[in-house]
C-alpha cells in the first residue's frame, strides 16, 4: 500500500492540471443550498422564522423578471393544530417585471400570506382553513415554498397601471393628438351610397 503511494507521487505533472501545489483550473463550486428544516420539530415549539432569500437563487421566479435583482424577505410562523404541522407564511419582495404593453420595465411588489399544513400525503386531514402542502415535513425546504408563493404573488399581465407612465401609451397618445384628421379612417363612409345603387 505504502509503495503505491509512493509511485504515485511523481504523477502530479503528468495527470493534473496544474502544475505545483496550485488549484485545479476548474470553476468554484456553488453555494449550498438553504438547509432543510424540521418543521415537526419546530412546530412543536411554536417557532417562528424569519429569512431573506436572493431572488436571482430563484431559477424559476427568475426568469419571469426583467432583472432577477434584490430580495425576498419571509416570516414563517409554525405550530400545531389537530396534531398536524402548520406554518403561516408571509413573503414579500420588489420585483423589475416587463410591461406587456410597452416592453419597458415596471416595478411591483409581490406579497402573498398563506395558511399551510405540512402533511406527508394527500389522505392526512388537513385544518380548515389551511392549504396542504404534501412534503417530508422533516426536511421542508422553505426556500421553495418562498418562491412557489411569490409566482403566485405575480400579476396574470404586467403592465405600468394608469397614472404611470407607459412609453407605448405615451406615443399612442401623442400620436391620436397630432394625426387625428389625417389618420382616421371611416371604413363605411361610402356604404350609403353604395346601398343607393
Known amino acids: 500500500m505504502s509503495d503505491q503511494c509512493l509511485k504515485n507521487k511523481d504523477l502530479r505533472g503528468k495527470f493534473f492540471d496544474t502544475l505545483g501545489n496550485g488549484h485545479y483550473d476548474t470553476a468554484p463550486m456553488s453555494r449550498p443550498g ?9 412546530a412543536t415549539a411554536g417557532t417562528v422564522i424569519e429569512r431573506e432569500f436572493r431572488i436571482a437563487d430563484f431559477a424559476r421566479l427568475a426568469d419571469r423578471l426583467a432583472r432577477p435583482e434584490g430580495t425576498a424577505t419571509a416570516r414563517f410562523a409554525l405550530s400545531r393544530i389537530e396534531g398536524v404541522a402548520v406554518g403561516e407564511l408571509s413573503v414579500r419582495a420588489n420585483a423589475e417585471l416587463t410591461c406587456q404593453r410597452c416592453l419597458a420595465p ?3 411588489v409581490l406579497e402573498s400570506e398563506s395558511r399551510l399544513a405540512l402533511v406527508a400525503s394527500d389522505e392526512v386531514p388537513v385544518p380548515a382553513d389551511h392549504e396542504a402542502v404534501t412534503c417530508d415535513p422533516q426536511r421542508l425546504d422553505l426556500a421553495a415554498l418562498v418562491e412557489d408563493e411569490l409566482l403566485l404573488a405575480l400579476p396574470l399581465i404586467a403592465r405600468h397601471a394608469d397614472g404611470e407612465a407607459c412609453a407605448l401609451a405615451d406615443t399612442a397618445a401623442a400620436e391620436v393628438k397630432s394625426d387625428e384628421p389625417a389618420t382616421m379612417r371611416r371604413p363605411f363612409a361610402g356604404l350609403k351610397e353604395l346601398l343607393k345603387n
Not at 34 to 42: C, G, T
Request: proline share 8%.
Open 34 to 42: 438553504d438547509p432543510l428544516l424540521d418543521a415537526e420539530r419546530l
Open 106 to 108: 415596471v416595478r411591483r
